[in-house]
């Protein structure tokens, strides 16, 4: 089917790209690096106050990663003109939209399985029981978060001061992943049981669906005339 | 151009009108008498309103039943209160609170009828000038700047009379 | 049926007009060269019909498909070369091809990859990365492209930049070996000389009208 | 159609700004004079009479966008995009305002002029939203392009600001039992008519406002068009062959 041959070609030629470069995933993961630390510097943290706290430096962490990698998706499409060969391509652009995001997804979701250690390491967590959840809890919110990011990645390309308008347009819109991962991160790391916190799953499914299909609609009109 | 200035001086004169009359109100009704002109210059009968704090171990009668006597202070000034009326719950011992009532001076007490709560005039005067100062100013400019446009496309010599109701009429 | 038909085309960005009220058609076979100085709207024009911008008002078919409503249809048998290669840097001259045709919906095979690139001189460079070509290599590479997707409509935005002689005479060859499958081709350019050898007809966007010109027109000189 | 529709409305909408002007007069007449104090909020309720009416009407002017834009990408009719972008900027004044106007009654109500209620964040988000909306408007260089990609966003804000309410009121509970109701306890026919005066005066301002905005946006690209026809007349003049 020519629809999901065109995802196909669009992760495979992302993930070449990406492969031979490595300039996105090394700047997000430096950029990352230096987050972590400088949280941990402003706030000299003990086991309890790093348990109540750490949820939200990993997703304020994860998220600002994701915007560089979200950011540099587009911009790199920009070199030779390549936007106009997608625009004028005959393949579907839902399919192209797909294809970006997923290649985005698989950025983001790398990169935060590489730093979750770090930051086991540098806030002490206890983590072993939690692995499972945490890896769906990472995986849905990521997927939300390149869902909306990729649709606004590829608004913002055009414009003038794309760099601060991505993060500017797209946070707002991103408080509902940001509050239910966090919020299922905390109870996944404090180690409650999966009901207290499954209804905050249940929002970050519901988040990815909604706005992968509404983005999958929307993608035509941004490559359009 | 005429036309939107009269306008505008109409509706600011109904402001302004509203807002005298607003002020009128909360001067005659709303705003209470500190207690020690009170006690210097007793107004002849009509009712006052004053404001203070129940001193703590004078309150007698049955608050329940809406008869209660208490001592009022209000700074260094105090006064004696005979309060009956409506049953109320906000007559407690420390608290603060408006009277409403009559300065009886041959007996030295106060008579009073009702209580009010304590309002802070500043946050609803605040609230209102906001928002009928931003609506208002943002709708002048908006008026004015319609205004503008007319003149500016009337005066560039590439005027045509556009027949519609977006357009320039007159 | 005619390859382009134009019907009455205006473009204008906001109020400023670039052309107005454009009407003309171009046959399949034929190889149609738009003249015209720096912002007469040359580019705007080929752009239109690539489906990359929309016209203002009026109407243009591309082998009888419209070309505002249906777009996606016209998208599979038009082809552009402009001034941006279309090319990703990281990818090698094949996988650039693959992806650019995987796109298309086509899966060209390694001979016929290999005979493409042959055919545009830079069979040696195959498995270079884009990064490292220079710019007249990218447009020998994008012809490659069209000879594995043959577009039934080929546009072309001024071909002949960065091109060397060898360059030139490739260019020249494969725009006619497409005239020869039947195809048409529709390019802008200011190269009179260059063009003039290949161009069956001809055309000049000035003030916003366009000036048709006859094949013995475009020889002469004195229209220029 | 709607173009049409939009023109029909503009002629009259000396009415609209009449009707807002005198129901807006009779509310604060009604709201500052007549009304008598609530029994639990004494005269702090008498700014719920402009904080409600300037509430709703952002959420209507909200709708309003989403609903243009939605049109806007389907018809592509620039007087409905005049008119988003119209709806887009008096949407942020009445947010602002509204939040505001919260703000004061909290001090004194809560004794604090900030806090995390989801009504409170989602009118911060939305705010945040309109200024991104506004902001994205001036950074594209074609205006249609513009006003394709603002809808867009007007679109995408439009079904996630619900979300956002409800995830905020879910977080709210989930933290602490809400220790306040939001609005007053019960409605007497006190409240209401000032209400309901001050909110039919409100509505009738934002469609006056929209109007005479929209036909601002209108104008302006007339001028600018005749400007253009200039320029477009010296380019066409250039010698023809």
């Given at each position: 089917m020519p629809f999901f041959k065109t995802i196909r070609w669009v992760v495979w030629k992302d993930l070449i790209s990406e492969w031979r470069t490595r300039e996105t995933m090394s700047s997000m993961l430096f950029f990352a690096l230096i987050v972590i630390l400088v949280f941990s510097f402003s706030f000299s943290m003990d086991q309890d106050a790093a348990r109540q706290l750490i949820a939200g430096i990993i997703w304020v962490a994860f998220t600002f990663t994701g915007i560089i990698g979200l950011g540099k998706s587009f911009t790199s499409e920009l070199q030779n003109d390549c936007l106009e060969s997608l625009q004028m391509s005959p393949a579907p652009k839902g399919a192209i939209y797909l294809g970006k995001t997923a290649a985005n997804f698989l950025f983001m979701l790398s990169v935060e399985i590489l730093l979750f250690p770090l930051f086991v390491l540098f806030f002490n967590l206890d983590v072993i029981e939690a692995v499972g959840t945490l890896l769906i809890i990472f995986f849905l919110a990521t997927l939300g978060l390149s869902a909306v990011g990729t649709l606004f990645s590829a608004l913002t390309v055009?414009?003038?001061a794309r760099e601060v308008m991505l993060p500017v347009l797209l946070l707002p819109l991103a408080v509902p992943v940001m509050i239910a991962a966090v919020e299922a991160t905390r109870g996944a790391l404090s180690g409650d049981p999966f009901s207290f916190y499954s209804q905050w799953i249940q929002l970050l499914t519901i988040f990815d669906i909604i706005f992968t299909v509404v983005s999958f609609w929307l993608f035509e009109f941004i490559l359009d005339s | 151009m005429t036309g939107l200035y009269t306008r505008w001086a109409l509706i600011l004169g109904v402001t302004l009108l509203l807002a005298i009359l607003t002020f009128q109100h909360y001067q005659q009704h709303l705003a209470t008498l500190p207690m020690g002109t009170l006690l210097s210059s007793p107004p002849s009968s009509q009712p006052v309103r004053i404001q203070g704090m129940v001193k703590s171990g004078t309150l007698q009668g049955e608050v329940e039943q809406g008869q209660a006597t208490f001592e009022f202070v209000d700074g260094p000034a105090s006064l004696v209160v005979e309060y009956e009326g409506p049953p109320l719950e906000n007559i407690r011992e420390l608290k603060t609170l408006v009277l409403i009532g009559r300065w009886d001076s041959q007996n030295q007490v106060f008579k009073a009828q009702e209580t009010a709560l304590i309002n802070n005039f500043g946050f609803v005067a605040a609230a209102y000038l906001v928002s009928v100062l931003g609506l208002g100013w943002m709708v002048f400019a908006m008026s004015q700047r319609v205004m503008v446009l007319f003149k500016e496309i009337k005066e560039s010599k590439l005027y045509e009379p556009e027949a519609d109701s977006l357009g320039y009429k007159e | 049926m005619i390859a382009i038909q134009v019907n009455s085309l205006s473009k204008a960005y906001g109020f400023y007009r670039i052309f107005e009220d454009l009407s003309f058609d171009v046959h399949p076979g034929e190889c149609f060269a738009l003249f015209g100085p720096n912002g007469a709207g040359k580019t705007t024009l080929l752009r239109i019909l690539a489906t990359l911008q929309a016209p203002s008002h009026g109407q243009f078919t591309i082998f009888g498909q419209d070309?505002?409503?249906q777009k996606d249809t016209v998208r599979e048998i038009i082809m552009l070369i402009a001034h941006g290669s279309h090319l990703y840097d990281e990818l090698s001259a094949t996988e650039n091809l693959q992806f650019a045709l995987g796109l298309r919906g086509q899966a060209p095979s390694p001979p016929q990859i290999k005979r493409a690139l042959d055919r545009t001189g830079i069979g040696a460079f195959a498995d270079l990365k884009i990064r490292q070509f220079s710019a007249g290599m990218k447009k020998r590479l994008d012809f490659a492209k069209t000879i594995l997707a043959q577009p039934q409509l080929l546009l072309l935005d001024e071909p002949y930049n960065a091109l060397d002689h060898a360059g030139v005479a490739i260019t020249n060859q494969l725009i006619q070996e497409t005239l020869d499958r039947a195809g048409t081709v529709f390019m802008t350019t200011h190269d009179r000389d260059k063009a003039t050898q290949i161009a069956t007809r001809g055309g000049i966007l000035k003030g916003g009208h366009l000036h048709l010109l006859s094949s013995e027109q475009l020889t002469t000189d004195a229209i220029f | 159609m709607i173009n049409r529709i939009i023109r029909q409305i503009q002629r009259y909408k000396g009415w609209f700004g009449g009707g807002a002007a005198l129901c807006i007069f009779l509310g604060l007449y009604t709201g500052l004079l007549a009304s008598p104090p609530d029994y639990y909020q004494g005269e702090l309720v008498r700014i719920m009479y402009v904080h409600v009416p300037l509430a709703h009407t952002s959420t209507l002017a909200y709708s309003v966008l989403f609903g243009g834009s939605i049109w806007y990408l389907w018809k592509r009719d620039p007087l409905v995009d005049n008119m988003c972008q119209a709806s887009a900027s008096i949407c942020a004044l009445f947010t602002a305002l509204a939040l505001i106007t919260g703000s004061i009654w909290a001090k004194p109500t809560w004794n604090t002029w900030w806090t995390w209620d989801p009504r409170l964040v989602s009118f911060t988000v939305l705010l945040l939203i309109l200024g991104g909306y506004l902001m994205l408007r001036r950074l594209v260089d074609d205006p249609v392009r513009g006003g394709r990609y603002a809808a867009i966003l007007a679109i995408v804000g439009g079904i996630d600001l619900p979300i956002i309410k409800f995830s905020v009121e879910w977080w709210r509970t989930l933290h602490q039992p809400m220790s306040f109701s939001t609005r007053g306890v019960s409605i007497s026919e006190d409240i209401l008519i000032p209400l309901t005066l001050m909110s039919i005066g409100c509505w009738l301002l934002f469609a006056y406002m929209v109007m005479v905005r929209t036909q601002i946006l209108y104008l302006t690209e007339l001028l600018h068009a005749k400007k253009g026809r200039l320029l477009s007349q010296t380019h066409f003049s250039q010698t023809t062959p």
């Open positions: 055009q414009i003038r | - | 070309g505002v409503a | -």
